[in-house]
């Protein structure tokens, strides 16, 4: 693993007995003590992410409102300063580039932060789209950890003077935590309360927090908490293979805006075939991502995107949009055809603060 | 790292205590650290016939399915339904944590496997 990058935290991660992994060119924890506990620590108490491998890119310009909305499938026409923004960036037909959040601090500076896995893409992308003179930076060697949890902002809390309930629900502000400059957004990919913070000093509040009672948390507990709070994940929900309508971001979506790929989606709204559903089993099992979904006649009519076994065995999948909640499908596990059944994607209420 | 004198082991990471005719497989202490957190156990259905190295069910962990492969040619005759309630048994305690017991058609496939030290060398 020697040409693998390393984030800032590299060396907390193996002080803690991390099992580390290869992750879109980076050595990153999939976990410390276990994928179940850190869950269940960030849904009861507090966890810390180490996501320094996330890309951040700063567009600058006279037009960058313009050309960000060029790029972006949500309205930041209304963005107010300091508000950040959930999308995505799609091709002329209508697939994705990326999901991302925009962070706006006018009309003439945003940050974008996106994949790890598509930064490079993504930044050749936006340079190939810059028709408007914006200047586009590379600030991916901030480093980034999120807190999420019930008892986020109180720990958070203790290491900065900035008062921050004021930082309400997907906006940021640029403050000092524990002496350090950061950006600081309350955001998150878990479906609870947290913040994220972005600085280029991170190790001490990575520190301040673990001794304050976070529970450090790994790639697999992130992507287990994502999923049941039904977030997607480039990848797997969506792809350059899959558009976000029939992916069932449409919310994220606003075809009333110009930006590439608008034509496209507009045609595939009127003309959907696909959604994203959720599953559960009936026979037991696991449900993963890339097995077929099968009908009643054990027909494929789609495939699953996530499966987990949480406290019971579930998934989503893109299938057709005529299935409903009840309906009886098969998902073929291997060499068996285990019996589920359409359920609600709302696998657990969010306990965002809004 | 556990390692178990007086058994078989696979290239797979799989135990195997032979009495008479009858194998009982399992997998060490070192498959399942390296697997994680063991979530689901798929055993297979009795009396269904084998050759060695065919998949015969699989083991999850939260993170991702492995095939179990039988190390040994022969027929299914018992499996540890136990793992269906208490899949996390594996990681507990993987050499009492069997799976299932196959009636050896061939045995001379056990020659094949490795000895506690090999395996341990195996493993180093």
């Not at chain 1, 986020?152 to 003077?161: P, V």
């Not at chain 1, 000092?176 to 309360?193: A, H, M, N, P, Q």
């Not at chain 1, 045609?267 to 077929?292: F, Q, V």
């Not at chain 2, 498959?31 to 015969?56: H, K, R, T, W, Y």
Request: one cysteine or more; a negative charge.
């Amino acid at each position: 693993m020697s040409n693998l990058k390393r984030t800032a935290l590299y060396d907390n991660h193996v002080k803690l007995g991390a099992k580390m992994v290869e992750f879109t060119g980076y050595q990153m924890p999939i976990q410390y003590e276990g994928i179940k506990a850190e869950h269940a620590a960030v849904r009861s108490n507090a966890g810390i992410f180490d996501v320094s491998h996330m890309g951040e890119i700063l567009v600058e310009g006279d037009k960058a409102t313009e050309f960000v909305q060029y790029i972006f499938t949500n309205d930041i026409t209304e963005q107010a300063n300091n508000q950040v923004l959930y999308g995505l960036m799609c091709y002329e037909n209508g697939t994705v580039v990326d999901d991302l959040l925009v962070y706006k601090y006018d009309n003439e500076k945003y940050l974008l932060v996106v994949n790890a896995s598509n930064k490079d893409k993504d930044f050749a992308w936006l340079n190939k789209n810059n028709s408007f003179g914006v200047n586009l930076t590379d600030k991916s060697d901030m480093s980034e950890v999120a807190i999420q949890g019930p008892k986020a902002e109180e720990m958070l809390q203790k290491l900065t003077n900035h008062d921050l309930s004021k930082i309400t629900f997907f906006t940021f502000e640029e403050i000092t935590v524990d002496g350090k400059e950061c950006i600081v957004s309350r955001t998150g990919y878990t479906g609870e309360d947290g913040f994220e913070i972005y600085s280029y000093d991170i190790i001490n509040i990575w520190e301040k927090l673990l001794a304050l009672g976070a529970m450090p948390i790994g790639l697999g507990a992130r992507d287990t908490l994502r999923f049941e709070a039904t977030l997607p994940l480039y990848g797997n929900e969506i792809s350059d293979q899959i558009n976000p309508i029939e992916a069932s971001l449409g919310m994220f979506v606003k075809l009333d805006v110009d930006f590439i790929g608008r034509d496209a989606l507009k045609e595939i709204k009127e003309n959907r075939k696909l959604k994203s559903a959720g599953i559960e089993l009936i026979d037991k099992g696991i449900p993963r991502h890339g097995y077929k979904v099968l009908n009643i006649d054990e027909e494929e009519i789609g495939e699953i995107t996530t499966g987990y076994m949480l406290d019971r065995s579930v998934a989503l999948a893109l299938i057709p949009v005529n299935y409903k909640l009840g309906d009886i499908v098969y998902i073929q596990v291997r060499n068996r055809k285990l019996k589920a059944k359409i359920v609600s994607r709302k696998f657990m209420n969010k306990n965002y603060k809004k | 790292m556990k390692i178990v004198e007086g058994l078989f082991y696979s290239n797979d990471h799989e135990w195997i205590k032979v009495e008479g005719k009858i194998a009982t497989v399992g997998i060490t202490d070192f498959a399942q650290s390296q697997l994680g957190e063991i979530v689901f156990v798929e055993l297979p259905d009795l009396d269904d016939e084998f050759g060695a190295n065919d998949p015969i069910g699989a083991i999850e962990s939260v993170k991702a399915a492995s095939d179990v492969l039988t190390p040994v040619s022969g027929k299914i005759v018992e499996v540890n339904e136990n793992l269906e309630d208490a899949p996390e048994s594996v990681n507990e305690d993987p050499f009492n944590a069997w799976i299932f017991k196959v009636e050896l058609s061939n045995e001379s496939e056990l020659e094949s496997l490795m000895n506690a030290t090999a395996y341990k060398e195996f493993t180093a």
